[in-house]
């Protein structure tokens, strides 16, 4: 029998993915009949194409980490550091020591980029699972502590000037298509394959949704809660290599908006954030539907105060829709 791809089944297996489909239906027909002139225009997709992959990633970070009961509140910090740190490398080798930019210098500068985000996660990951501190609160700290080693290396301004090849990951194109998108594309394919195909997936959503029955069948815990932070270091650090290569700079504060989206988006998605539900797919729908909101809002010309208001009632009322559901059950 040949494999197919089931989308009704999907849809039976993630009810809220129906859900998600219908809202981002209704979200673009209102917004196109608000400012069909400008709202419909293909610049305006173009764009989205560019922002939203760092906010995506960024959504799917903390979704693994709530996956497990956690949360992750250090992705910015993690991911301006990580952008940061690379400026750094590219500023010592091609300003100090006069080297030419090279497509091997941006393979390092990614790979140190990565590996900020992997040691990040693990400090996160070690302070919860071996000092018992609550995920909310370590990474609040760690988060700190990230933007505090960012402002020291760079004192606060933004580090600019990152080579042509970097910036092709943040605004290049191919096949006239945006490559942060075909890079989200990639990265969402293999994390939904993680969480979906593979034991460590099936396990984070079994310590997630019955910890004590997770402890009963042998599992490791901590070692497994020690993964999605690693994990989630990993995603954060991948959102600043674009966001650095969309802006051609890394700065401290970069996208500090994003971690109130970033929650919204994971739980809007069918996240639970008492954990052991999530997919990969329901939150990429969410990140399109806030996407396509945000860039109506801007074109409706709303402040940015009120975006932020907005975006803080509507992750209340999502907790309290899902609360009630819950209930229910």
């Excluded at 906010?55 to 509140?73: E, F, P, R």
């Excluded at 210098?105 to 990951?125: E, F, K, Q, W």
């Excluded at 998605?269 to 797919?281: F, H, L, R």
Aim: charged share 10%.
């Amino acid at each position: 029998m040949k494999p197919s791809f089931d989308f009704r089944s999907l849809i039976n297996r993630e009810n809220n993915i129906m859900q998600l489909i219908m809202m981002t239906v209704l979200i673009f027909l209102i917004m196109t009949a608000l400012s069909p002139d400008k709202f419909l225009r293909y610049y305006n997709f173009e764009s989205i194409t560019y922002l939203f992959p760092e906010l995506g990633l960024l959504s799917i970070a903390m979704m693994v980490a709530m996956l497990t009961g956690g949360i992750d509140l250090s992705v910015v910090g993690i991911a301006n550091l990580s952008g940061i740190l690379s400026g750094v490398l590219f500023h010592y080798l091609i300003r100090d020591l006069g080297m030419e930019e090279s497509s091997l210098m941006v393979l390092v500068g990614v790979c140190l980029s990565l590996c900020v985000g992997l040691t990040a996660g693990m400090l996160n990951g070690f302070l919860i699972t071996k000092f018992n501190i609550t995920p909310i609160l370590a990474t609040l700290g760690t988060g700190q502590v990230f933007v505090g080693l960012a402002l020291v290396l760079t004192g606060g301004p933004a580090i600019v000037g990152f080579p042509e090849a970097w910036a092709f990951l943040g605004n290049g194109k191919i096949m006239g298509i945006a490559v942060p998108f075909l890079l989200f594309l990639l990265v969402a394919g293999v994390v939904a394959f993680l969480l979906t195909r593979t034991t460590i997936g099936v396990n984070l959503m079994l310590i997630g949704s019955n910890p004590r029955a997770a402890i009963f069948a042998g599992l490791k815990k901590s070692r497994m809660i020690f993964y999605s932070y690693m994990l989630s270091g990993v995603l954060a650090s991948m959102a600043g290599i674009i966001l650095s290569g969309r802006t051609n700079a890394a700065k401290s504060d970069y996208g500090t908006s994003y971690l109130l989206q970033a929650v919204l988006i994971a739980v809007l998605g069918g996240t639970n954030p008492a954990g052991g539900k999530g997919s990969v797919a329901g939150v990429s729908i969410a990140v399109v539907a806030l996407m396509l909101l945000s860039s109506g809002f801007q074109i409706l010309r709303f402040s940015n105060h009120l975006i932020d208001f907005i975006w803080g009632a509507f992750l209340l009322l999502v907790i309290a829709i899902n609360a009630y559901k819950n209930r229910n059950r």
